[in-house]
């Protein structure tokens, strides 16, 4: 069995596009105590967390010990100053004005783990560029829900795709979960997706 231990709908989305058949489990993790100012290091360092809180709710849920549980944490970094989600309309808008026209990394650290103690970690890096946006722009997009419970404050498959003039590297990263790198880890530990019209 898989088990994504997250409740954003960005991963649940990507997992079941992949074709993945998956139960996930909800844990709380204060993503405040880290206490790691490396980017890489921080969003590792919360994969893990989040990983293992999931693992352990898991087994209480009657785990086998051979289910994989997958834990992410996705971090926007402008000049090693990391962005996590925005406290309020006012915090997005000060992280978007300092986005605009500018390359930053989104970083998302994957930790996959079995309940019988194996475990892998990997952070995988993607480079946005965002176009240069006026302050009406950014007012607009603050009134709305949207950038609230995003890190960086943008959603790359919502309406702030539009603030983005292109990505290097894997998009499904800045969405929240880096599925190709998830796919080709999750077949050598021998999990599937069980949609046969999956090509990847």
Known sequence: MLVLASSSPR?????TAWGYVFRTVVTEVDESIAGVTDPPENACRLAEWKAAAGAELWRTLGGDPADVVIGADTTVVLDDQIFGKPQDPQ????????LSGRRHRVLTGVAICRLNGEK??????????????????????????EPLDKAGAYALQGAGGHFVSR??????NVIG????????????????PRDARFSG
């Open 167 to 172: 990505v290097e590297g894997s998009r499904t």
């Open 11 to 15: 991963r649940l989305e990507l997992l």
């Open 120 to 145: 892998k970690t990997e952070v995988v890096e993607s480079d946005v560029y965002f176009n240069h946006l006026t302050s009406e722009m950014i007012s607009a997009y603050c009134r709305t829900p």
């Open 177 to 192: 979960l880096p599925m190709e790198f998830l796919h080709e880890t999750l077949k050598l530990w021998g999990v599937e």
């Open 91 to 98: 915090d997005a808008a000060r992280m978007l004005a300092l």
